[in-house]
């Protein structure tokens, strides 16, 4: 059997179920020393859009026929996966020097690049610890394998850095293990914990990896061409620390010899101005936003295996979203 | 029943027990990316003592009656923490600006801050992923909770950087969690997987908690009075990155106003030679040494819990080496 649920109550839901995972995340965090609960308030600030919490909780509640419940074990892999999350904003700030983020200073900027590293290992320790409480040595298994990959995207994107010859293949796979493995991995949790079949697990990891790619691609164009106010966080990082991203990467595919050359040029000198508007000229920019829209499509596509009309309609707009955002 | 053993075979069970250790250990960070497998290789340098893993294969053998059994579980359990022992390490030379480590470059050195920050998340997010394989949410919980008293210690201590005024008992309770919890929490799960009951898992805590804060202790005197070379690793960097330690502390307690004037000059001033050779006169140095010897006394005694004598005898030669070593 089937209970109806319209769209204004899995909204509802969700925002309970998302003010739920808040004040968990909150509660682990909390710390007898006055110095470690100042500075996880401080992290506490970088909390943005909760894609990650959202998903799990939409593909929770979307992926089995029956009543749309959002249980504690949700809520927990909810807050863990943002927790992760943020331990990776924390050291990704440290990696790429920024010193803004959602609008507030970064914790290296204003506390040292010491402090961040540890800072983040203690939201990674605090994450580690939150998910046991599941009590599903699986879950664990599955989201070590997650940080595994997370990981070595980031390992594979420095030793890569200043090589442009990095191609489209190997960016994409970059891009697939540092963000999209934990994005598929929300959708796909999601799921397994509301016991949806193995093929529904399947096609929500398959949602979640297709949108992490296209946050990634989006977030990437972002920093070549958004402006900081507006981001909200340090932008022009990408050239700054010789990430090559796929709007340069289609023009280095695409253009002659010159072009090519005054781009290579552009990136030696760190010129931006002129890295941007080669790349806007000459299409590489709607390629890759194109590329971005692609995946979106194939990720509303894939949601098609999802039991629950309602919340599937909620994720295509959060799909949508993914690539039609300022910041 | 109970069998005989004498200690050569627990040394070769130990030694055994070890090798298994490093084959799972190095099997667990085989990567398909060159990059990120070359990293690992440098790290598995950084493998010394193995203090932690041998001391969770002793308790497991010691703490119950009968054959003396090194289960895969404490192979896993032993390889775990010595990964994250790892990480801390290559985390730790990032925050001392560390360029040597056991006669080797550090990561940081040969590959930058960025490189060592997310090659020690890749041996945490390992270390995570590998104890899942027991299956066992308790110990993942255990493990969890560890290491978020390692990172608290870790950044109280950052925020007494450059202050004087730290305490006794402040700077024992930071040694205690950066340290003395991952070591008490080794003695207590090879207890714990082997059975063992509730009062000798408690005993086996509080043994590796009073060597662990020996240990520290031991390494800030070697820090302070040891030479690069025997030590095989930078050292100085306590004075260097404003770390107070116990022979300085015990020196500020014990000195008339002068003293502590002439001792506070060489701080600011990161006058080596000079603090050095005041600890030294004082007695501060050998009063820290005496503090350390305490702590093994302690150990030592609660050692009497473990129902394998062979086993306790070898764990006292353990216990001694923790503050009986040049390096």
Known sequence: MRFAADTNTIEERLADGLSRVEQLFDAQLRSPFPAVEELCCHAQRYRGKMLRPTLLLLTGMGSTQGALIVTESHVVAAATVEMIHMATLVHDDVLDEASVRRRCQ?????RGNETAVILGDYLISNAFHLVSRVGDPALNLRLGAVTNALCEGELVQLSRRHDVSLDRATYIEIVRRKTAVLVGACAEIGARLSGASEEVVAACYRVGEHLGIAFQIQDDLLDL???????????GRDLEKGKLTLPTILFLEREGARERAAILRAIETRDGETLKSLLLASGAVRGAREYACSLVASARRELAALP???VRAVLEGLADKVVDRAN
Chains 1, 2 share one sequence.
């Open 106 to 110: 970064t914790v290296n900027s204003l």
């Open 308 to 310: 629950q009309l309602q």
């Open 225 to 235: 061409t958004g402006d900081e106010v507006t981001v909200g966080k340090s932008i």
